[in-house]
């Protein structure tokens, strides 16, 4: 069963630009959440889709969203980049029902010049 | 919010020695994660814990869910070179998603041949 696959592997931008991230879950897991990782703030939830609507949201700038297809994959995007968006972005899946299991993708480091 | 103390914030052993670390906070959780995360990886799940007092095992690792339903445990016995990597708790918020997951700031293991 293949696992969680994030594109692209690594990205680098410019500040002012915007980027968009891919996700695709493991098969028939419907939930995607995605996390943002720094050395400084270590792992951060960003937000989480379950069958194509948002549920929550965590504590970051409108410039960082989202959002969930019909087939569950997911897409991230932030506008206007700056240089503190430098980050690994993780996707994490999970089937969606309790007791819950987050399983993450290998990330996409994103540096911002 | 709440926050996950991770303790120790980093580990030096000697290869066959058995490894501890826990994850304290002041709320109380429902569920406990522990991860593994190699660089430039994602993190990978360890074990999961869902109840009060639960121990549970996976090979070498052993992981417990405190009582009072605040802290949690990992041990690591007869540790071998492929154990390095950084280590992860990781809880739900008790109010919101079971999929919006509190990170502890990780341990990092090193183990000396």
Redesign the interface.
């Given at each position: 069963k293949a696992g969680?696959t994030?594109t692209p592997r690594y990205l680098i931008k410019t500040r002012g630009q915007q980027v968009t991230l891919s996700c695709s879950p493991i098969s028939g897991h419907r939930?995607v959440?995605w996390?943002q990782q720094t050395p400084g703030q270590?792992?951060?939830?960003l937000f989480?889709y379950?069958s194509e609507t948002q549920?929550?949201k965590?504590n970051f700038p409108g410039r960082f969203s989202g959002r969930q297809f019909s087939n569950s994959r997911s897409e991230m995007n932030v506008s206007t980049l700056e240089l503190g968006d430098s980050a690994l972005y993780?996707c994490?899946s999970?089937l969606?029902i309790?007791?819950?299991?987050?399983?993450?993708?290998?990330?996409t480091?994103l540096s911002v010049l | 919010g709440q926050q996950l103390n991770q303790s120790p914030q980093s580990m030096f052993i000697q290869e066959g020695e058995d490894v501890s670390m826990n994850c304290t906070s002041s709320s109380i959780f429902n569920t406990w994660l522990w991860y593994k995360q190699d660089p430039g990886e994602g993190p990978v799940l360890l074990i999961a814990l869902y109840k009060a007092g639960e121990l549970t095992s996976n090979g070498r690792l052993t992981a417990q869910f405190g009582i009072t339903r605040k802290d949690s445990f990992l041990n690591i016995s007869a540790s071998i070179p492929s154990d390095v990597g950084i280590y992860f708790c990781a809880a739900p918020a008790p109010s919101g998603s079971a999929r919006q997951l509190t990170f502890g700031s990780g341990t990092q293991l090193t183990v000396l041949p």
């Open positions: 969680v994030q939930s959440s996390y270590g792992l951060q939830f989480e379950f549920r929550n965590g993780l994490a999970s969606g309790t007791p819950e299991k987050l399983f993450f993708g290998s990330g480091q | -």
